[in-house]
T-cell receptor, first 116, second 112 residues
Framework: AQKVTQAQTEISVVEKEDVTLDCVYETRDTTYYLFWYKQPPSGELVFLIRRNSFDEQNEISGRYSWNFQKSTSSFNFTITASQVVDSAVYFC?????????????FGKGMKLTVNP | DGGITQSPKYLFRKEGQNVTLSCEQNLNHDAMYWYRQDPGQGLRLIYYSQIVNDFQKGDIAEGYSVSREKKESFPLTVTSAQKNPTAFYLCASNDLGADTQYFGPGTRLTVL
């Protein structure tokens, strides 16, 4: 069975600190996708990134960066120089590609609070 | 603007009543999904649909029903058989073969 573990449930930092959100996954599939979503207090899930299992290249987008390591089954997310607007719940997710419908398996989420 | 709309944002119902949550998308996506989120929990899949007039159960389908009569609409009915319906419900959609799901703003259902 596929599983996503976000061991940290809640983190609180001061603005401008760097913070890393951990994500560890389990799957027997050789082809899969990993995702990060942000859920601000309004509740809507905002897509941040998708990474396929064949692409281990790290990615940087502004203050956000992602480190994908198949050897440790991890897909960690780092926010550099955090800002108050980064306060949200962040979810890591794994897709099961079955017959064209991509079922997502989510971790339990990690609540990030960035204090001014 | 293209997107996914869910209504209402907040919904209150008495125990024992059925209630239907709306989800509409104008992204021309083939697949649509319903998830349930409980406090401190990740999202769990209730139902999904890849094509009009067809849908499949997710991991927690008991006590819920859906229909997909139109491509753009995927309403979810929370029946009286659902033992603990108070939760945040999120609808999502994507193109078949495109893995990224996009989400609506959610409906917070409270059963009194």
């Amino acid at each position: 069975a596929q599983k996503v573990t976000q061991a940290q449930t809640e983190i609180s930092v001061v603005e401008k600190e760097d913070v890393t959100l951990d994500c560890v996954y389990e799957t027997r599939d050789t082809t899969y996708y990993l995702f990060w979503y942000k859920q601000p207090p309004s509740g809507e899930l905002v897509f941040l990134i998708r990474r396929n299992s064949f692409d281990e290249q790290n990615e940087i987008s502004g203050r956000y960066s992602w480190n994908f390591q198949k050897s440790t089954s991890s897909f960690n997310f780092t926010i550099t120089a955090s800002q108050v607007v980064d306060s949200a719940v962040y979810f890591c997710a794994l897709s099961e590609a079955q017959g064209g419908s991509e079922k997502l398996v989510f971790g339990k989420g990690m609540k990030l609070t960035v204090n001014p | 603007d293209g997107g996914i709309t869910q209504s209402p944002k907040y919904l209150f119902r008495k125990e024992g009543q059925n209630v239907t949550l709306s989800c509409e998308q104008n992204l021309n996506h083939d697949a649509m999904y319903w998830y349930r989120q409980d406090p401190g929990q990740g999202l769990r899949l209730i139902y999904y649909s890849q094509i009009v007039n067809d849908f499949q159960k997710g991991d927690i389908a008991e006590g819920y029903s859906v229909s997909r009569e139109k491509k753009e609409s995927f309403p979810l009915t929370v029946t009286s058989a659902q033992k603990n319906p108070t939760a945040f419900y999120l609808c999502a959609s994507n193109d078949l073969g495109a893995d990224t799901q996009y989400f609506g703003p959610g409906t917070r259902l409270t059963v009194l």
